[in-house]
């Protein structure tokens, strides 16, 4: 009768450890899956133009040094950015975040208006 409760006993402890497992390995993809939705790029730029329906084109300019010269350039680059609402208007301070191909240029969706156009 021992052994075969020692048996028992056993089985439930390898059970026990497995559902462990498994809910630590269910944890780990969701943690790692919210890693990568941190991972977005973020980046701030102004509005030049919002004449289609639900997209923007959205400026981002940065000033960088050149290595050899040590000259300030100022490169800019437009994204198209999803506006659900179409609530931005031209010249207003946007924050916007990377996100999955929407169309084949849109790659960008609005977050937020930083700041109006007056």
């Given at each position: 009768?021992?052994?075969?409760?020692?048996v028992?006993?056993?089985?439930n402890?390898?059970?026990?450890?497995?559902?462990?497992?498994?809910?630590?390995?269910?944890?780990?993809?969701?943690?790692?899956?919210?890693?990568?939705?941190?991972?977005?790029?973020?980046?701030v730029?102004?509005?030049?133009?919002?004449?289609?329906?639900?997209?923007?084109?959205?400026?981002?300019?940065?000033?960088?040094?050149?290595?050899?010269?040590?000259k300030?350039?100022?490169?800019?680059?437009?994204?198209?950015?999803?506006?659900?609402?179409?609530?931005?208007?031209?010249?207003?301070?946007?924050?916007?975040?990377?996100?999955?191909?929407?169309?084949?240029?849109?790659?960008?969706?609005?977050v937020?208006?930083?700041?109006?156009?007056?």
């Open positions: 009768m021992d052994t075969a409760d020692t028992e006993q056993e089985i402890e390898i059970s026990e450890n497995a559902e462990v497992a498994e809910a630590a390995e269910v944890a780990e993809v969701t943690v790692v899956g919210a890693v990568a939705r941190n991972m977005r790029k973020e980046r730029g102004m509005v030049v133009s919002n004449k289609m329906d639900k997209t923007a084109v959205v400026k981002i300019t940065e000033s960088v040094k050149h290595d050899k010269y040590s300030i350039l100022r490169r800019s680059i437009k994204f198209k950015v999803h506006d659900e609402n179409n609530e931005c208007d031209i010249g207003d301070k946007v924050l916007i975040m990377e996100t999955k191909p929407l169309s084949k240029d849109k790659h960008f969706r609005l937020r208006i930083l700041e109006k156009v007056k």
